[in-house]
């Protein structure tokens, strides 16, 4: 039973900093990409930040610069660091997996129920 449980979301002034966590169970994220994506309302799905298995990242042009994603492959966790933070990243982040091996496609087929990040 594949699982992910974000965390770390919360209310923060524009120019603060914010670490996301999504802890995994039912598979171990090594054998997988892993990714970010955020929903703000009325928008669509945008996708945020990707860990490849091969040790690959990407990026939205949006966020390069200012959020870094890793992972704690012993905790089976997935982390987002977020600074820098702009009104227009406000949204829910929900955490994901991607395809198994490689480099990320941004193709998700399990994600978690998002953690709200708000910006002022």
């Known amino acids: 039973h594949v699982q992910l449980v974000e965390s770390g979301g919360g209310s923060v002034q524009a120019g603060g900093s914010l670490t996301l966590s999504c802890a995994v169970s039912?598979?171990?994220?090594?054998?997988?990409?892993v990714a970010w994506f955020r929903q703000a309302p009325g928008k669509g799905r945008e996708g945020v930040a990707a860990?490849?298995?091969?040790?690959?990242?990407a990026y939205a042009d949006s966020v390069k610069g200012r959020f870094t994603i890793s992972k704690d492959n012993a905790k089976n966790t997935l982390f987002l660091q977020m600074n820098s933070l702009k009104t227009e990243d406000a949204a829910m982040y929900y955490c994901?997996?991607?395809?198994?091996?490689?480099?990320?496609?941004?193709?998700?087929?399990?994600w978690g129920q998002g953690t709200q990040v708000t910006v002022s």
């Open positions: 994901a997996r991607d395809l198994p091996d490689g480099t990320p496609s941004w193709v998700f087929d399990y």
């Open positions: 860990h490849g298995t091969d040790g690959s990242t």
């Open positions: 039912g598979y171990t994220i090594s054998t997988y990409c």
